[in-house]
């Protein structure tokens, strides 16, 4: 019921965001009809007036002249507001397809931030393609991309402010509203963002050094415009000759021209900006509308949005850019500096605001970021059936883990399977049937784990766990150029896991299919002493196996291993699966079964 009211609503939303699409459609069309039908008007009656001499006319084509210059804003307003329904439209269908499998073609997974060394985040599929990253990140910026994908790979503790990034995650579940317009102006910020870079503008800014107008220019920027325009005020009273203000400008030009180094070197941080500025004031400004209970988002709000906050600064900066835009007309360039020294009289606004704003504003990057992953986390929330996680620390060195009817959140909603377990430190076997269900169910608990971790709500209706490290072994690849075969891949695996073990604090080790590069014989003697010696109270160690000879197996301490499996069933002689996962061992093998399938003809 809550996945069907939650599609409802972004349905409902997209409905009427499109009618708001078709309204701005029209009234664009219609403000561009006039704008040709007033200059053209206006342009014709001006011009019929003054070769004429009628007064009239002129009069009219200048009215109309006036009402095209209107029509003009008009049509940039009306402009910047399709832009805006545009990308709100884009986020909440974004949402939508999220309920079923349209997410998959969303073309950011963060591949791009994957190295060979994050095994967990690949295994579980929590980075890459058809991944955890591709289904709830809502990043548009670099910086927020980047953290999405350093969270989800599980490599630093989160346990200490877990709680608190828990509660802000809870209340942004329910901002629909925040959530949309949120993504929305970062899309915006993406769209228009060329060659800007977050982190060296950011290093810029902090930089107290760079950015400073010399002294001999400052004296410039002051007197020698100042001498310009008295010269000009002399001339027109029939003071001087023209000669004088002429040399003053070619002098200021000479000088616009010579030292075009200094003011390049200040201006240019601040026009890479300016192409992506309107997309973080528009970011900001949606922050700054909303009002937070959680002291998180709160403290986040506060830290941009606040007196001589990153929010104001980049609203003063974004003048000032509209301002150096003038420079992208030689003509009234040429001017502006030969009269003023414009370049310089930038140069120095720039210095004074960065002066000002600078140390403010280069940590909203951050913040905008931190915002961008909290409403990510949040997406699960939204867009599957979901319940709070309750982690612990393992305070008397024994680890547990309990789920009730958790889910993997990367199959389709109406064809997933839940499953409830209770798991405690030491050895937990998994056996079963080809295709019925193990490998799933380890990555089921992985992702999970993972997203309880990042403060994130969990597939289930109960989930309680304590705070582990976790590590996988599953998709095992050879490395032909390192010489290194699959099965020495694996034991290099699983090593990590033994070397972690002698830390002695708490962690989870999935592994799938333990050794299956090898022979039987030498599987089942090294998978026996590699699992006896991971388990304990304080490591959970869960194998899943086609050996029923590990089903023996106990840990160090003398404990047995626990139990579980997953079996097929037959229906009409057709081979199914219940994906149910059962008490005790596996009784039933069903390779033959599926070989028969893929048409092999195969003897009982």
């Known amino acids: 019921m809550y996945m069907e009211r939650e599609f409802n609503h972004y349905t409902t939303k997209k409905a009427r965001l499109e009618e708001d699409k078709r309204k701005l459609e029209r009234s664009f069309s219609y403000i561009s009809t006039m704008r040709v039908i007033t200059f053209t008007l206006g342009a014709g009656l001006t011009i019929i007036g003054l070769a004429d001499n009628k007064s009239v006319a002129l009069a009219a084509g200048v009215l109309f002249l006036v009402l095209f210059f209107v029509f003009v804003i008009k049509h940039g307003t009306v402009y910047r507001k399709q832009q805006w329904t545009n990308n709100r439209l884009k986020s909440v269908e974004r949402y939508i397809g999220r309920f079923n499998e349209e997410w998959r073609s969303y073309g950011d997974t963060g591949e791009d931030f994957i190295c060979k060394e994050d095994t967990v985040a690949c295994d579980v599929d929590l980075i890459g393609a058809n991944s955890l990253y591709q289904l709830i990140s809502v990043c548009h910026t670099d910086t927020g991309r980047a953290l999405l994908a350093e969270e989800l790979k599980l490599k630093k503790d989160?346990?200490?402010?877990?709680?608190?990034?828990?509660?802000?995650?809870?209340?942004?579940?329910?901002?629909?509203?925040?959530?949309?317009?949120?993504?929305?102006?970062?899309?915006?910020?993406?769209?228009?963002?060329?060659?800007?870079?977050?982190?060296?503008?950011?290093?810029?800014?902090?930089?107290?050094?760079?950015?400073?107008?010399?002294?001999?220019?400052?004296?410039?920027?002051?007197?020698?415009?100042?001498?310009?325009?008295?010269?000009?005020v002399l001339w027109l009273c029939g003071a001087v000759h023209y000669g004088y203000p002429l040399v003053g400008f070619i002098v200021n030009l000479a000088i616009t021209w010579v030292?075009?180094?200094?003011?390049?070197?200040?201006?240019?941080?601040?026009?890479?900006?300016?192409?992506?500025?309107?997309?973080?004031?528009?970011?900001?400004?949606?922050?700054?509308?909303?009002?937070?209970?959680?002291?998180?988002?709160?403290?986040l709000k506060d830290s941009v949005c606040g007196q001589n906050g990153a929010l104001q600064g980049f609203k003063k900066l974004g003048k000032i850019m509209q301002a150096y835009n003038v420079s992208f007309n030689p003509l009234v360039h040429q001017l502006l500096s030969g009269f003023i020294l414009w370049d310089y009289q930038l140069?120095?606004?720039?210095?004074?605001?960065?002066?000002?704003?600078?140390?403010?504003?280069?940590?909203?990057?951050?913040?905008?970021?931190?915002?961008?992953?909290?409403?990510?986390?949040?997406?699960?929330?939204?867009?599957?059936?979901?319940?709070?996680?309750?982690?612990?620390?393992?305070?008397?060195?024994?680890?547990?883990?309990?789920?009730?009817?958790?889910?993997?959140?990367?199959?389709?909603?109406?064809?997933?399977?839940?499953?409830?377990?209770?798991?405690?430190?030491?050895?937990?076997?998994?056996?079963?049937?080809?295709?019925?269900?193990?490998?799933?169910?380890?990555?089921?608990?992985?992702?999970?784990?993972?997203?309880?971790?990042?403060?994130?709500?969990?597939?289930?209706?109960?989930?309680?766990?304590?705070?582990?490290?976790?590590?996988?072994?599953?998709?095992?690849?050879?490395?032909?150029?390192?010489?290194?075969?699959?099965?020495?891949?694996?034991?290099?695996?699983?090593?990590?896991?033994?070397?972690?073990?002698?830390?002695?604090?708490p962690m989870i080790c999935l592994i799938d299919e333990i050794f299956k590069g090898t022979n039987s014989a030498d599987r089942i003697v090294g998978a026996t002493e590699v699992i006896r010696g991971l388990g304990t109270d304080n490591c959970m160690t869960i194998v899943s196996t086609h050996d029923f000879e590990l089903c023996e197996i106990r840990d160090k301490s003398g404990k047995e291993a626990v139990n579980y499996h997953f079996e097929e069933y037959y229906k009409e002689d057709t081979l199914k699966f219940d994906y149910m996962i059962k008490n005790g061992r596996c009784t039933t093998t069903n390779a033959r079964a599926i070989l028969r399938m893929a048409g092999f003809d195969v003897k009982n």
Not at 279 to 293: A, P, Q, T, W
Not at 400 to 424: D, M, Q, R
């Open 158 to 232: 989160m346990a200490d402010n877990m709680e608190e990034r828990r509660l802000a995650v809870r209340e942004l579940v329910e901002m629909h509203d925040f959530a949309i317009e949120f993504e929305a102006a970062g899309m915006q910020q993406k769209e228009n963002k060329r060659l800007f870079d977050a982190l060296n503008f950011s290093e810029y800014c902090r930089d107290k050094d760079a950015g400073i107008v010399p002294k001999w220019a400052r004296v410039f920027c002051i007197c020698l415009p100042l001498m310009e325009i008295v010269l000009l």
């Open 259 to 299: 030292t075009k180094t200094v003011t390049d070197r200040i201006m240019s941080p601040f026009y890479h900006m300016s192409n992506s500025i309107d997309g973080y004031i528009k970011m900001l400004d949606v922050m700054g509308k909303y009002s937070f209970e959680a002291s998180l988002l709160k403290e």
């Open 347 to 505: 140069a120095v606004i720039i210095s004074k605001w960065k002066r000002q704003y600078g140390e403010n504003s280069c940590g909203c990057f951050d913040v905008i970021a931190k915002v961008e992953l909290l409403l990510s986390l949040a997406v699960i929330g939204k867009v599957r059936n979901t319940c709070e996680a309750h982690v612990e620390r393992c305070m008397d060195g024994k680890v547990a883990f309990y789920g009730e009817n958790i889910y993997h959140p990367l199959i389709k909603p109406e064809t997933v399977v839940a499953n409830s377990v209770s798991l405690n430190g030491g050895v937990t076997i998994i056996t079963g049937s080809n295709m019925s269900g193990k490998t799933t169910f380890l990555r089921t608990i992985a992702i999970n784990l993972a997203l309880a971790y990042v403060g994130a709500p969990v597939c289930g209706e109960k989930f309680k766990t304590s705070y582990m490290k976790m590590f996988t072994s599953m998709r095992i690849t050879d490395d032909v150029a390192g010489g290194i075969s699959t099965f020495y891949a694996e034991i290099l695996r699983i090593k990590s896991m033994a070397d972690y073990r002698k830390n002695n604090v």
